[in-house]
């Protein structure tokens, strides 16, 4: 029998969601495509600037996905890692993560930044599609 610790590494913990992550989830992967589907886009997005080191922001990453998933088609998530696309943080002002921004109609709408509570996500998301 494997020790706790290294059995965990062999066959990992998965956790079950209730709700199924957006489809509509995507990895920003450089300025370009950020213009093309988050600025083009004509479904709101919530923009998640994020750094793999942060810590917060391993907890908000799956809140945000659960709550948008669970707005079907109505809303996108664009996730941007700030080391991969740092210019895109400084040019949206990013001074610290996690930063969301609400973005409808290629303008910044609402933004907020810091680990959040489910509630106040909802309404944040609530406010961006008008529900």
Known sequence: MLPRRLARLVHP????????????????????????RVLGSSTPVVVDFHAQWCGPCKLLGPRLETII?????????????????????????????????????GKVVDKFVGLQEESRIEAFVNRLIGE
Do not use: M, W
């Open 13 to 36: 913990v998965r956790r079950l969601s209730t709700c199924n992550p957006s489809q509509a989830a995507f990895t920003v992967q450089d300025e370009e495509d950020f213009r093309d």
């Open 69 to 105: 998933g669970g707005k079907g088609e109505k809303v996108h998530l664009a996730k941007v890692d700030i080391d991969n696309v740092s210019d895109l943080a400084l040019d949206y002002g990013v001074s610290a993560v996690p930063s969301v921004l609400a973005v409808k109609d």
